[in-house]
């Protein structure tokens, strides 16, 4: 009953607020109610200062790393180009040489074939950069090993890094951590890539270095390997009229084809690629890249399945417009566009050890 008639005045009373001081009224209502609660977080955030300041501190450290290192791309060696800077070094002769070791090495990179090992040092008297060069195909994996084989606490700055479209123009993809185990790098974007390796000055760093690069993903067909691709990617198909989106892979009719990666199938029927199926990375099926298998003899999944890298898709035959090939089956990548499958399909690297 009080909560009746407590409610039935305020209709009656907001009209003839609205009519009096529509505008200042709730104004002066909200303000006061703003200062104190503004007043009470400060309080709050005064009465807990001191843990506050602390963890402020380091998370605004984290944010700064954050910021410099994720979001503008500062590496550590730029770091230490400010530091140079910071000590007046940056114009001075030392400075400009340690600057420019970089661009002075790139004159003459060491050009690193698809395995290799070096085994090199860093004199604390000499001021220069080791930059090891190679070219990289969109679908190849490289693979790299940074040891230092001498103990200091000196900073070994070291980066992969791709050309870019102008001359002189690099940009750093990742940087490497010299702690003596495996990482891989996917490669997106085909290209010139180089390894720059430049301790801080007044140091001697002995290290090691095992670079290789290869496939990125496993064979399509059962028992195969890249030496049964035929048909290259590229080539111009009927007279011209099309280019070939893919690789074809020869292999005795009814021989398994398997998914390249964990993913999600569909299968379809008909025109030029006879029984195929599409294999998405994405376990969705949608966006992300998309594997193409064509001139199946038979199927061994339904659409909609999700399926793991390595399980039996289907079976090689020569249906669509195969029909009067040898069986083989016509393999596609592609990544907002058809992309050539062969370096994804080229042997996996191994790590030299010596
Ligand atoms: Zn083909």
């Not at 305020?10 to 003839?16: G, N, R």
């Not at 200042?24 to 609660?37: E, T």
């Not at 998914?259 to 029927?269: E, M, Q, S, T």
Request: aromatic content about 8%.
């Amino acid at each position: 009953m009080q909560e009746l008639n407590k409610a039935s005045p305020q209709p009656s009373s907001s009209p003839e607020e609205n009519n009096n001081s529509a505008v200042v009224k709730p104004k002066r209502r909200v303000r006061p109610w703003l200062l104190l609660s503004v007043l009470l977080l400060l309080i709050a955030l005064l009465s807990v200062r001191d843990d506050l300041r602390e963890t402020a501190l380091t998370s605004s450290q984290q944010a700064m790393r954050f910021v410099a290192f994720e979001l503008l791309d500062f590496s550590p060696r730029d770091v230490f180009v400010w530091r140079l800077r910071v000590a007046g070094l940056a114009h001075r002769p030392l400075g400009q040489r340690w600057i420019t070791a970089v661009e002075k090495a790139s004159q003459q990179p060491v050009s690193i074939t698809h395995q290799s090992y070096i085994n090199a040092s860093f004199a604390d008297d000499e001021v220069v950069a080791h930059v090891y060069q190679l070219s990289l195909q969109q679908g190849q994996q490289l693979l790299w090993q940074l040891t230092r084989l001498t103990s200091s606490s000196d900073n070994l700055y070291a980066s992969l890094e791709r050309k870019g479209p102008n001359a002189n123009e690099w940009k750093k993809v990742t940087a490497l951590s010299a702690d003596g185990t495996e990482h891989r790098h996917f490669i997106s974007q085909s290209g010139d890539y180089r390894l720059v390796l430049q301790p801080e000055l007044f140091s001697s760093i002995n290290y090691s270095l095992a670079v290789a690069h290869g496939g990125s993903l496993p064979f399509p067909v059962k028992g195969g390997s890249h030496h049964d691709i035929g048909g290259g990617f590229g080539v111009a198909r009927d007279g011209g009229a099309r280019a070939h989106h893919g690789v074809d892979i020869f292999a005795s009719k009814g021989t398994p084809v398997t998914a390249v990666v964990d993913g999600k199938v569909r299968i379809g029927r008909g025109g030029l690629g006879g029984n195929y199926l599409w294999l998405s990375d994405n376990k969705f099926g949608l966006s992300g890249v998309r594997y193409y298998y064509a001139h199946l003899d038979s199927f061994a999944v339904a659409s909609g399945d999700s399926v793991k890298q390595g399980d039996t898709l289907g079976y090689v035959g020569n249906t669509g417009n195969a029909k009067n090939t040898p069986p083989h089956l016509h393999f596609g990548v592609y990544a907002s566009g058809p992309v050539d499958p062969a370096p994804f399909l080229t042997a996996k690297p191994v790590l030299p050890t010596r």
